[in-house]
Nanobody, 116 residues
Framework: QVQLVESGGGLVKDGESLRLSCAAS????????MGWYRQAPGKQRELVAT???????NYVDSVEGRFTVSRDNQRNRLYLQMNDLKPEDTAVYYC??????????WGRGTQVTVSS
């Protein structure tokens, strides 16, 4: 199994930045793709960004150019740098990891609130 713990959420103002972190533990050598989802109140969970074990990234259109996903495989860390935050980015952000067996693991989430 893989355990994931997010940190770095908080309350910021429109236009400010936050950096989310996700610490992985357990069978980390089996991890392949990692990424971030978010879920706003009353909305479905939305895929925000993904990064493969080789470093290829993808983003949802609404965050392209503002968010940057990265990972440190030696430290088993996943990051999401979020710049120019907007009120519509307010959500609980979840990190996930896939492994070589096709299993997906989830963190418990961290709240990001952007005030206007």
């Amino acid at each position: 199994q893989v355990q994931l713990v997010e940190s770095g959420g908080g309350l910021v103002k429109d236009g400010e930045s936050l950096r989310l972190s996700c610490a992985a533990s357990g069978r980390t050598w089996t991890i392949t793709t990692m990424g971030w989802y978010r879920q706003a109140p009353g909305k479905q969970r939305e895929l925000v960004a993904t990064i493969t074990s080789g470093g290829s990234t993808n983003y949802v259109d609404s965050v392209e150019g503002r968010f940057t996903v990265s990972r440190d495989n030696q430290r088993n860390r996943l990051y999401l740098q979020m710049n120019d935050l907007k009120p519509e980015d307010t959500a609980v952000y979840y990190c996930y990891s896939d492994n070589t067996y096709g299993t997906r693991y989830w963190g418990r989430g961290t709240q990001v609130t952007v005030s206007s």
